[in-house]
């Protein structure tokens, strides 16, 4: 009996700590990591590109939210930056890898919309799964505002196994969400082939 008043005292404890973090809103800072062995492409270098990011995300207060032991939602996990503004220079560092020169007076525009960044919690019986959506729509137009291109990029991220679901899960799995989506829509060679081809501008 009394071993088992002991082992509910010190459930009660740890319940009570995870429900303490879980009532303080976690900040992180979602960071991005430039994509390796990339280089200059042929004609980029008399590519003036200006980028520009809109947030049309339908939860712009917070991009995660905490969840205590028993799956309910608690605090909000935020991010340090804005997100259009990581996502800018996620754009921005990619292009310049790849030899195109970035301002104002642009012979290309990249619109880009950020529909949906957010990572949500699954609860399993002794761990929970990080997973993150991200949903990017991008267009270029050309220097009169002609469309050259136009695309909507959809992608996902999870950090699985964790003890507790916070912040930092939920960042591991929006950066990955985030490469994920640079990954692609720099590979796409529509994409590419609307930068380069500046008689159309």
């Known amino acids: 009996?009394?071993?088992?008043?002991?082992?509910?005292?010190?459930?009660?404890?740890?319940?009570?700590?995870?429900?303490?973090?879980?009532?303080?809103?976690?900040?992180?800072?979602?960071?991005?990591?430039?994509?390796?062995?990339?280089?200059?492409?042929?004609?980029?270098?008399?590519?003036?590109?200006?980028?520009?990011?809109?947030?049309?995300?339908?939860?712009?207060?917070?991009?995660?939210?905490?969840?205590n032991g028993f799956g309910m939602e608690m605090a909000r996990i935020i991010t340090a930056e804005d997100v259009n503004v990581t996502f800018k220079k996620a754009l921005e560092q990619e292009l310049k890898a790849r030899g195109f020169a970035i301002g104002p007076e642009a012979l290309v525009t990249v619109d880009a919309e950020l529909n949906k960044f957010y990572s949500d919690f699954k609860m399993g019986f002794v761990s929970v799964d990080a997973l993150a959506e991200c949903s990017l729509g991008v267009t270029v137009k050309g220097k009169k505002g002609n469309l050259l291109f136009s695309r909507q990029y959809m992608t996902e991220g999870a950090e699985r196994n964790g003890m507790i679901a916070g912040g930092d899960n939920a960042r591991l799995a929006l950066e990955q969400a985030l490469a994920q989506g640079m990954q692609k829509l720099f590979a796409d060679p529509a994409f590419i082939a609307a930068l380069l081809d500046v008689s159309k501008s």
């Open 1 to 67: 009996m009394k071993k088992k008043l002991v082992a509910l005292g010190l459930t009660a404890i740890a319940v009570m700590g995870i429900s303490g973090c879980a009532i303080t809103t976690d900040t992180i800072a979602v960071n991005y990591q430039p994509q390796s062995g990339v280089t200059a492409l042929p004609g980029a270098q008399s590519v003036v590109v200006d980028v520009k990011v809109k947030d049309n995300r339908l939860i712009q207060d917070k991009v995660s939210c905490k969840k």
